[in-house]
């Protein structure tokens, strides 16, 4: 917070711990014109997005397979480095 820019954003994205708390001094933090977000799940209205995914997806736009990849439980460690490596967005792990 300190290091953001008079009127600067700044915007968490996720979520923390539940109990997590965050400290703000309130007078330095307002008349610099800060702002403060948090942005879950892409800042979208998911009962909207969703469905507009799944008609991209029909329609040929949104290649999901192109982006997951199924992997064994006990293969775990090749999942993350799957990832790691840029061969898979999202990797999804199967439990038999």
Do not use: C
């Amino acid at each position: 917070v300190l290091g953001t820019r008079y009127m600067g954003k700044i915007i968490q994205v996720g979520t923390g711990m539940p109990e997590a708390h965050l400290s703000l001094h309130m007078q330095s933090f307002m008349v610099s014109g800060k702002q403060y977000f948090g942005a879950v799940q892409g800042h979208v209205n998911t009962a909207e997005y969703v469905p507009q995914m799944v008609q991209w997806w029909r329609e040929g736009k949104f290649p999901v397979e192109k982006l997951v990849k199924v992997f064994d439980s006990a293969d775990f460690a090749s999942a993350v480095e799957a990832m790691k490596r840029g061969d898979v967005v999202k990797p999804i792990i199967a439990w038999s």
